[in-house]
């Protein structure tokens, strides 16, 4: 049996405790609910239009040329990886749109898609499709090709949005 002043000792204490705040924790604030779903208004390209050895680099007006620079020269730290060998176009779309919105928190990805060795006229399809779908997504800032130690012309460094 539990005896009156040790009852109202409990129910004192815990009338003074405020809820914790889910919303503004200190705890909470690092880390980021994905909100939404992943980018899907992107239109496919059936005809290879780039080379495999071909070096491709895209960016948009306002991009530091130091992060382009950094990108290049691989000099980004480790980043998230999908290799896309083996996928058909629409596939890889909805795979690479996956893998951008699971990791929206990150600033460089790095997507390797194979230079098309197998493919007609030395044209890539994979390659040209990735350039044709990160060109249309609205959270890529840039992409270049990676350097030659880290996959070379098979293979782009992805810049995004900062997740705010």
Do not use: W
């Amino acid at each position: 049996m539990i005896d009156e002043s040790d009852k109202s000792l409990f129910r004192s204490t815990v009338d003074r405790q405020k809820p914790v705040d889910k919303d503004n924790s200190r705890e909470n604030k690092s880390i980021k609910i994905k909100s939404g779903k992943p980018f899907e208004n992107y239109s496919f390209l059936y005809e290879p239009n780039i080379s495999g050895s071909q070096t491709v680099t895209h960016y948009v007006d306002g991009l530091s040329p130091k992060t382009l620079k950094k990108m290049k020269q691989g000099n980004i730290g480790s980043t998230p990886s999908i290799d896309l060998h083996g996928y058909k176009i629409e596939q890889a779309c909805k795979v690479l749109s996956d893998f951008i919105h699971f990791h929206s928190n990150k600033r460089f990805l790095q997507v390797i898609h194979g230079k098309g060795y197998h493919s007609n006229n030395g044209l890539s399809i994979m390659k040209s499709q990735v350039v044709h779908y990160l060109k249309q997504h609205p959270n890529v800032l840039a992409f270049c090709s990676c350097p030659q130690e880290m996959g070379g012309t098979g293979a782009v460094f992805v810049h995004l949005k900062a997740n705010v």
